[in-house]
């Protein structure tokens, strides 16, 4: 954490609790997701900003599972989330599910019925939503409202006890149904739901709502601050209402604006939509903004700290630049991944000088920007992989690379001066013919030349191949979610672009799922997961420059 930035406007509100000795100057924030699906780049920034504010404070950060919907909620997504939380870096106090204090939220209802603060409501969905009055209207009174304690107690273990077919009953709060805040127009408590719980099984057929579920497990924990996003500012009443009348723990509630990306989409439910819809080929596609799949596409745990960082939080909803977290992760990875090489458009280059079944081994400096980096060795012979872009027959003047009468540095190994190429009958180019210098030897050069281009390559004797697979956006826009229509329809067809047989260097057949590399001239790259000895995969992490900012200068 960068020590000169000024405060955020929560650690100005944590540092003035502590200094007015709120909760003994504790601290004690919480992570809340719901195990509906996998962890995005926006629960990376309330992640960080959660654990993070406990680790400068000295206080906890507990990870609760706020596991109060059995419908959509699946222990898989409780593996995923820990699992992203891990990798983050970040380590919790405690683990702890809403669905634990069950119990406890029943007999805190009970209370609420027992101070005629709560009813049970035979009402319909459709009969509640009706008689909610508007902005400008009040609602109208249930004919449930004035229900006697004794028999709203009855009803409510009823409807615990499964006596009756989910919609048919509701526990309701009573407060005020012309209250100028919807929410108060006797909210929701609880809702019956005969459905099978991830933890619970089936000892429940009813189940809290958000709002006497959320707040009360922060007060059980005892949180101080409660830090959510900004769409529940219009419940923190309701959240002290609650906690006001059981007259538990006082959890203060704070909100800070959601943050989004440009180029994808962040709702749990839309990312759902492309996996079961198989746009994409999981959660841990390599394109989706989730952590799972920025992990395996390369992006480093460092680097979405650093994002998350850089933009800190804020009071209004904005949209994020998705190349802000590229030059993260770029940044990152120009300081840790070492530099190969990988020729992904082959044309054969011939060094007509240099004798056939010779091999001269170079050792290769594995990174500029590492000191300790070492090196490795890279075999060099009479025929190399080289790009197709890296020659032109007929080149233009600032053309610096390959092209006859042209000399350019073969990286790491010797200049090289083109003589021309061979063709096929198309007019193909199948060969580029070169003589090498050979007093150009990296590092111990005599030649006295200096030539302007550098170009990768790979020996064709001892090449290997790779399937590498290229990423671009998911989406062709760049708020899928605000455009007319649906948002699957600004998809970008050309996400993904696999190319099957790249060579690369021998040494790099020793690689893990997970590596990170560098392909000089091409981009940052890693490891995939699929990838195996036999067939070794990469994805493209992403490019060694913005070629989107480029696009966007053009426009
Ligand atoms: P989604 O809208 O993606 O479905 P959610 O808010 O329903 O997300 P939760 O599991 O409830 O997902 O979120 C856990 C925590 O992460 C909450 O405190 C929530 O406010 C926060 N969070 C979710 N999305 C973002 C985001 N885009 N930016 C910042 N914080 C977020
Ligand atoms: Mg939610």
Redesign the pocket.
């Known amino acids: 954490m960068s020590e000169e930035r000024s405060l955020n406007f929560l650690e100005e509100i944590i540092e003035t609790d502590i200094a007015a000795g709120k909760n003994d100057g504790r601290v004690h924030t919480r ?4 195990p509906n699906g996998y962890l ?1 780049i ?2 990376a ?2 992640i960080c900003l959660n654990f993070g504010l406990a680790t400068k404070y000295n206080g906890k950060c507990n990870l609760r599972f ?1 596991d109060t919907n059995p419908v959509t909620e699946e222990t898989e997504y409780v593996e995923s989330i820990k699992n992203d939380i891990k990798w983050l870096g970040f380590t919790w106090d405690n683990e702890l599910y809403a669905s634990d204090y069950f119990d406890t939220l029943y007999d805190f209802a009970v209370t609420l019925i027992k101070k005629g603060l709560a009813y049970v409501d035979d009402s319909t969905a459709e009969e509640i939503a009706a008689t909610k009055g508007s902005l400008t209207t009040p609602g109208i009174d249930s004919p449930c409202r004035n229900r006697s304690i004794e028999e709203n107690l009855q009803l409510f273990a009823a409807m615990r006890d499964g006596k009756y077919k989910d919609g048919e009953k509701t526990l309701r709060a009573k407060i005020d149904m012309a209250h100028p805040n919807l929410l108060f127009r006797d909210p929701l408590m609880y809702r019956i739901k005969h459905e099978h719980h991830h933890r619970t099984g089936d000892k429940w057929c009813i189940y809290p709502m958000y709002d006497f579920a959320h707040g009360q497990s922060d007060s059980i924990e005892e949180i101080t601050h409660s830090i ?2 900004l769409e529940f500012i219009h419940h923190r009443p309701l959240y002290n209402w609650f906690i006001e009348q059981l007259g538990i723990f006082p959890s203060q509630q704070y909100e800070f604006a ?3 990306l440009t180029y994808t989409v ?4 839309k990312l759902l939509q492309l996996v079961n819809e198989k746009h994409v080929s999981g959660w841990d596609d390599p394109r989706m903004p989730t952590i799972s799949g920025m992990r395996r596409r390369g992006y480093t745990a460092e680097a979405l700290r650093q994002f998350c960082d850089t933009i800190g939080i804020a009071k209004r909803e904005n949209i994020v630049d998705i190349g802000l977290l590229e030059f993260c992760v770029r940044e990152h990875l120009n300081k840790t991944a070492n530099r190969v090489m990988a020729v992904l458009d082959p044309v054969k280059l011939v060094i007509t000088n240099f004798p056939e079944g010779k091999e001269e081994i170079f050792d290769i400096e594995n990174n500029p920007e590492d000191p300790n980096g070492g090196t490795r060795k890279v075999p060099f012979s009479h025929e190399l992989w080289i790009e197709r872009e890296d020659f032109m027959e007929v080149a233009p003047k600032k053309f610096f690379r390959l092209a006859p009468g042209n000399m350019v540095r073969l990286k790491g190994a010797f200049i090289v001066k083109c003589e021309g190429c061979k063709k096929d009958d198309n007019g193909n180019i199948t060969e580029v013919h070169c003589a090498y210098l050979p007093e150009s030897k990296s590092g111990h050069d005599t030649s006295g030349l200096t030539v302007k281009g550098t170009i990768h390559w790979v020996s064709v004797a001892s090449a290997r191949t790779a399937e590498v697979r290229m990423y671009d956006r998911l989406f062709r826009v760049e708020d899928p979610s605000n455009e007319d229509g649906d948002f699957k329809d600004y998809i970008n067809p050309d996400s993904m672009n696999v190319l099957p047989a790249v060579y690369i260097e021998p040494e790099l057949v020793n690689a893990k799922p997970g590596d990170r590399v560098q392909f000089m001239r091409k981009g940052y790259f890693c490891v995939d997961t699929e990838s195996s000895a036999d067939k070794l995969i990469f994805n493209r992490t992403v490019t060694l420059k913005d070629a989107w900012a480029k696009e966007s200068k053009k426009v």
């Open positions: 992570f809340p997701p719901e995005h926006g629960h920034t309330s706020d959510c996003t959601r943050r989004n962040m709702s749990k439910r």
